[in-house]
């Protein structure tokens, strides 16, 4: 029987973004954002946009693919794709399914993108604000449990309190995402640093969440463009290889008013097993790890689960000086993550993947062949992706 992957398969041809602004303040359209992320991608990858033949996204991204066609003069549509679930639980997947379809044949140029504009549309991450409450909400509104901080907050503090995990580790993802960030000009806190007093002092959200444990909020785009391996060396830019790319959760981690088995989880314990089986690869494999921050216990759980350490080996790694590039024996969220570039759902996490495997990182580590790229952690469903060199085929 032929194997069944998408190992080497595919390639990231192109990266592109717009500016990123504070949330409400763009000055352009949600869907012009995703055109402009899109060609700016498209002249990354040394192509007519009019080759591209198919989009692929997540969260229920407003730009309809037919109308971007419209907009690009692409000469056909071949392949259109919306990857369920909230938030960025479904950035990888996205990039998977665009892989899926090249490897296929079913396109030959597909673009993976996300664009926000809360000044058109609503703020993303506040509670929905309904006059009714249905559903799991039902069950939880009326007790003040509304907005995402809320809900996860809970996850998060059954774990910290089952392994004896402490707020310093926390902190530490933090503070690694602000640091990266302010040698990067792109990003929101760009000239904004922060230290562990200012991290300390600053207010509770909802505990173990301080204010710099939380995601910003932000309008932009971003894109990738995949194509098939075999144009890798068409390509004018260092060629970056999907490996591997898995999606979905655990048993039952959508039962209803938190009472899933595995409830104190990020939700990868059986979606990180298959993802190094297709990549052929383990976690001391990895050079650089991009791991999406909703909140920084998300990021906690995540690299539990996809076996970067044990629960209570968590203390011990997640310390300033192992998470940041280039001394860091586990380089994290070189481009500030969601925490401190911007939160494009954790697109800008696939963008900043592929500068460290090209080597043009503001923030370069200097092992940069494997680069794991974690979706939004808690959501359901999640997913995960690693990206390498020709060297780690």
Same mark, same amino acid.
């Given at each position: 029987?032929?194997?069944? @992957?998408?190992?080497?398969?595919?390639?990231? $041809?192109?990266?592109?973004?717009?500016?990123?602004?504070?949330?409400?303040?763009?000055?352009?359209?949600?869907f012009k954002l995703a055109l402009m992320a899109i060609l700016a991608a498209a002249k990354d990858a040394g192509i007519d946009p009019k080759?591209?033949?198919?989009?692929?996204?997540?969260?229920?991204?407003?730009?309809?693919?037919?109308?971007?066609?419209? $907009?690009?003069?692409?000469?056909?549509? +071949?392949?259109?794709?919306?990857?369920?679930?909230?938030?960025?639980?479904?950035?990888?997947?996205?990039?998977?399914?665009?892989?899926?379809?090249?490897?296929?044949? !079913? $396109?030959?140029c597909v673009v993976a993108f996300r664009a926000l504009a809360q000044g058109q549309f609503a703020r993303f991450g506040r509670g929905s604000g309904a006059p009714l409450a249905a559903g799991d909400d039902a069950f939880t509104v009326p007790y003040g449990v509304m907005s995402p901080a809320q809900k996860f907050a809970m996850k998060v503090t059954r774990f910290m309190h089952d392994h004896g995990v402490k707020q310093e580790a926390l902190r530490a993802i933090s503070l690694a995402s602000y640091h990266h960030a302010q040698n990067n000009p792109r990003a929101v806190m760009y000239g904004r640093p922060l230290d562990e007093a200012k991290y300390d002092a600053s207010r509770w959200i909802?505990?173990?969440?301080?204010?710099?444990?939380?995601?910003?909020?932000?309008?932009?785009?971003?894109?990738?463009?995949? !194509?098939? $391996?075999?144009r890798a060396r068409d390509?004018?830019?260092?060629?970056?290889?999907?490996?591997?790319?898995?999606s979905g959760s655990d048993h039952r981690c959508a039962a209803p008013v938190h009472n899933g088995p595995n409830y104190a989880s990020s939700h990868f314990a059986t979606v990180a097993p298959h993802l190094y089986e297709m990549a052929k690869l383990g976690p001391k494999d990895i050079g650089v790890v991009q791991c999406y921050e909703n909140f920084t216990g998300g990021v906690l759980m995540s690299l539990v689960e996809h076996g970067f350490c044990a629960p209570e080996e968590a203390n011990d790694l997640l310390r300033l000086e192992n998470l940041i590039a280039p001394t860091g024996r !586990?380089?994290?969220?070189?481009?500030?993550?969601?925490?401190?570039?911007?939160? !494009?759902?954790?697109?800008?996490?696939?963008?900043?993947?592929? +500068?460290?495997? +090209?080597?043009?990182?503001?923030?370069?580590?200097?092992?940069?062949? @494997?680069?794991?790229?974690?979706?939004?952690?808690?959501?359901?469903?999640?997913?995960?992706?690693?990206l390498g060199s020709e060297a780690a085929l």
């Open positions: 029987m032929t194997e069944r @992957t998408l190992r080497g398969q595919a390639v990231i $041809a192109g990266i592109g973004e717009t500016t990123y602004y504070k949330h409400g303040q763009s000055p352009d359209s949600e080759n591209i033949d198919g989009f692929t996204s997540y969260s229920n991204d407003r730009s309809d693919p037919s109308r971007l066609a419209a $907009a690009l003069g692409t000469r056909e549509l +071949r392949f259109s794709n919306m990857q369920w679930g909230g938030g960025g639980g479904g950035v990888a997947a996205a990039v998977g399914n665009a892989a899926a379809a090249v490897a296929t044949g !079913m $396109a030959n909802v505990e173990p969440f301080h204010l710099f444990d939380c995601c910003l909020e932000n309008d932009g785009a971003a894109a990738v463009i995949i !194509m098939p $391996a075999d390509l004018p830019h260092k060629a970056s290889y999907l490996l591997g790319v898995a !586990m380089p994290l969220n070189t481009s500030g993550g969601n925490l401190a570039e911007c939160y !494009m759902h954790g697109l800008e996490l696939v963008n900043e993947a592929v +500068r460290q495997i +090209r080597g043009v990182s503001v923030n370069q580590a200097p092992r940069n062949d @494997t680069v794991i790229v974690v979706g939004g952690p808690m959501v359901t469903p999640v997913s995960s992706l690693i």
